[in-house]
């Protein structure tokens, strides 16, 4: 064994020092088993018993909500059985993904996909994972993994892994500290997930007119019209902007077609990527323009609409410019939600889809006057920043734990 020296140590309760750590093979401190192997032809004989698969698995998370089944014979049963503070990890797949399984379910078992690593000695299990996590990425990680195209993780390999050999009480301050972090990070996923689901419930009921706002002084706007897409709006087509025109330093920002799949939701505040080409080759944006890919893989995700809040920005081939004489931040959540569905069924293709000005001008909405618009718009504007605030949040507290472990794990 070999001392290693931290940045970040914890204190008994008395605030003495905790002894250096050490280092030692996964496979001298822990029990390691690979599970059991699907059967070639189908076994009927046993238990039929849910299992874990590295599809359930991710990390320091284990997902029961659609667990596959598999029959276990008798002598089986033990054998590939979890317990309560077994870490269970990926073999293939993502390798080393990986999570400390909390006994929700006693009789759950586990696939050839997966190791279970049980402790010989006193071991808190989340340590394991959360030094996986630390290491993912590095070279000390890629090194664990054997195979091609597909990486997997063979006992042997995964046995010589050097972990850090802690003391039992310093390992509960780290693991009642680091599971603290991981706990908000956790109560900001879900809240997160909650304004997502509320967001979609609310713009349900908003573009099916369940829920009307009201005037300012509390009158009730006009009923909405039905009109066709060309009649409130005038198209054209972006510039193409290759790949390689795309710069850090350019001079003109920029947006391209795959940006909107990837990077935008709705609203288009901060452009990502700028250019050098000469701008009067390009086609510049207006403020309140919405676009629209020209082209993509899916029907569905061809049907994604976005609005450029600043005049200005270069818009690239392959994007439908709507001009239209109503709120286009709007028009974007509308169609982007309520009439996803309907754009999609007007693409055209199989390989590489197809969506035109012509098509876009007859698609039919139904639409409220520009005041209620605007109220619809400002609303759903004040739900995004709060998800956006709380995606912050996610993002520091993760960075934050990132820093954790750099410092703990040397």
């Known amino acids: 064994m070999t001392a290693k020296v931290q940045t970040i140590r914890f204190k008994d309760d008395l605030g003495n020092d905790f002894p250096d750590w050490e280092t030692a093979p996964l496979g001298a401190v822990a029990d390691i088993k690979l599970g059991k192997m ?37 002598h089986e049963l033990e054998r590939f059985g979890l317990r309560a503070g077994d870490v269970v990890v990926c073999e293939g797949g993502e390798p080393g993904r990986s999570a400390v399984w909390d006994g929700r379910l006693p009789d759950l078992k586990f696939q050839k996909a997966i190791h279970r690593v049980r402790f010989k000695e006193s071991f808190e299990p989340c340590l394991l994972v959360l030094y996986l996590e630390k290491i993912a990425g590095t070279a000390k990680f890629e090194m664990l993994f054997t195979g091609g195209g597909i990486k997997h993780l063979t006992k042997e390999t995964f046995s010589r892994l050097t972990v850090p050999v802690i003391t039992l009480p310093e390992q509960r301050k780290i693991a009642d500290f680091l599971t603290a972090v991981d706990g908000r990070i956790g109560q900001l996923i879900q809240k997160k997930a909650l304004l997502e689901d509320y967001k979609k419930g609310v713009m349900q009921q908003l573009f099916t007119q369940a829920i009307r706002f009201k005037g300012d002084h509390g ?31 350019g001079v003109t920002p920029c947006i391209r ?14 452009v990502k990527s700028r250019t ?28 994604t609409a976005s609005c450029v809040m600043e005049a200005g920005i270069a818009l690239g081939g392959d994007l439908n410019i709507i001009r239209a004489k109503t709120n286009g931040v709007f028009l974007a959540y509308y169609l982007n939600n309520a009439m996803k569905h309907g754009i999609a069924r007007m693409a055209q293709g199989s390989s590489v889809i197809h969506l035109y000005p012509a098509q876009l001008k007859l698609l039919k ?37 990132r820093g954790l472990l750099q410092q703990m794990f040397v």
């Open 38 to 74: 699907l059967d070639k032809e189908k076994q009927t004989a046993g238990c039929l018993l849910p299992y874990l698969n590295n599809i359930s698995l991710r990390w320091n998370y284990v997902d029961t909500s659609n667990l596959p089944q598999m029959y276990f014979r008798d």
């Open 276 to 303: 050098n080409v000469e701008p009067k080759n390009l086609v510049m944006s207006q403020r309140n323009d919405v676009i629209i890919p020209a082209s993509g893989e899916t029907h569905i995700d061809i049907a």
């Open 219 to 249: 009158n009730d706007f006009p009923e909405w019209e039905e009109k066709k897409l060309g009649e409130i709006a005038t198209f054209t087509k972006g510039s193409g902007i290759s790949k390689a025109e795309v710069h850090e330093d």
């Open 365 to 401: 909405l139904t639409v409220p006057s520009v005041p209620e618009q605007t109220k619809i718009a400002d609303f759903l504007c004040a739900l995004d920043r709060k998800i956006e605030s709380v995606t912050t949040q996610i993002t520091e507290t993760q960075t934050f734990k």
């Open 257 to 270: 077609y795959g940006e909107l799949y990837t990077h935008y939701s709705e609203l288009i505040v901060e």
